[in-house]
């Protein structure tokens, strides 16, 4: 008789292979300034390749970004292949960036940070309804200024279903964030504060919970504010992942 794959608990198991995976963004950015509004479109994308590796005893992630475009090009001062890694730490805990330098502000570290999105940490054991939560603190930069992000992402198991021969499982991903950081901004100083929040349904893969597929869309309010005025931005967002 053969087994029914689909049947709980879902077993996340390692996987000593690759995951090849494609981040599509699409943004619609509106500002004002004092009285003024314009909004703008955009788009970014990256490719990567990740593994997971053992390194004086700590697991890791690493790989090499092999693509990343703005827009329709690729940033003249980004030279790929270009490699990164990221720690895994303690369960609840989200992989932390470790090269690029965590809130490096270059073409390279905000290639980096848009992976946050393709990182994510199952328990071994899934099954429908079981939910866990993952949290993290890091510094990203808009601007050229340094921003401190308190993250906060919850899941929920929605169910799973087969792939071919294989069984994937599908997650509804919510996520909060608060953004706080100053900086200078035309020579004048400033002080931003934001928060943001978003959903997206994803497929993880059994061999290594890798994400498989997903579609998502968030949004973030941002405030700027400067001794002579005040500059407000809103922007919705969505997301596609899948493989390059």
Do not use: N
């Not at 998502?216 to 700027?224: A, C, H, N």
């Amino acid at each position: 008789m053969e087994a029914d794959l689909l049947a709980e608990p879902w077993l996340v198991g390692p996987s000593a292979g690759e995951a090849r995976q494609h981040l599509v963004v699409t943004a619609v950015l509106r500002s004002r300034i004092d009285t003024a509004e314009r909004a703008d479109t955009l788009r970014s994308a990256v490719e990567a390749v990740t593994s997971r590796v053992v390194s004086a005893g700590v697991w890791r992630l690493g790989g090499l970004i092999t693509a990343f475009r703005v827009g329709d090009s690729t940033p003249p001062s980004l030279s790929l292949p270009q490699p990164f890694s990221a720690e895994l730490g303690a369960p609840g805990t989200q992989p932390r960036l470790v090269q690029p330098a965590d809130g490096e502000c270059s073409v390279a570290g905000a290639a980096a940070q848009s992976l946050r999105e393709l990182w994510v940490v199952p328990p071994a054991l899934l099954t429908a309804g079981l939910t866990w939560a993952d949290s993290s603190r890091f510094v990203v930069c808009r601007d050229s200024i340094p921003l401190a992000v308190a993250s906060y992402r919850e899941y929920r198991v929605l169910g799973a279903e087969r792939r071919g021969s294989a069984v994937v499982v599908l997650v509804e991903r919510r996520s909060r964030s608060r953004l706080e950081g100053e900086g200078l901004q035309f020579g004048e100083r400033i002080v931003l504060t934001g928060e943001g929040s978003g959903v997206a349904r994803i497929a993880l893969s059994l061999a290594g919970g890798w994400i498989l597929e997903g579609q998502g869309e968030g949004e973030l309010s941002l405030r700027l504010t400067g001794r002579h005025r005040t500059q407000e931005l809103h922007q919705l967002t969505r997301l596609a992942i899948g493989a390059p």
